[in-house]
Nanobody, 127 residues
């Protein structure tokens, strides 16, 4: 059974940084075509943040939402079955519950692409 467990959330001041981690079990992280991060603010739909695809013949590709490009960085360590989201220069608009997802094919920025989700980790940015 595949499980994704996020960690690293918490309270940070505006301008600060956090690194989220996602531990994958049940299957190797490298077996998934795409690993991604989404976030949700109460009352709103889950929003794409970042994703990273992996195809052995091509290598990896990274995708970011416009709102986080240049501030956030996604990475994955297939050997450790881990995915990370480094968040820098954070603002109050980054406050949300962040979810890690894994998918086998499809549009990396689409919620429907992901087959598995973690339980989420709360990130709060104080201004």
């Amino acid at each position: 059974q595949v499980q994704l467990i996020e960690s690293g959330g918490g309270l940070v001041q505006a301008g600060g940084s956090l690194r989220l981690s996602c531990a994958v079990s049940g299957r190797g992280a490298g077996e998934f075509f795409v690993m991604g991060w989404f976030r949700r603010v109460p009352g709103k739909e889950r929003e794409f943040v970042a994703a990273m695809t992996w195809v052995e013949e091509i290598g990896s590709m990274k995708y970011y939402a416009d709102s986080v490009r240049g501030r956030f960085a996604i990475s994955r360590d297939n050997a450790r079955n881990m995915v990370y989201l480094q968040m820098n220069s954070m603002t109050s608009e980054d406050t949300a519950v962040y979810y890690c997802g894994a998918g086998s094919k499809g549009n990396s920025m689409a919620y429907e692409t992901y087959d598995y989700w973690g339980q989420g980790t709360q990130v709060t940015v104080s201004s």
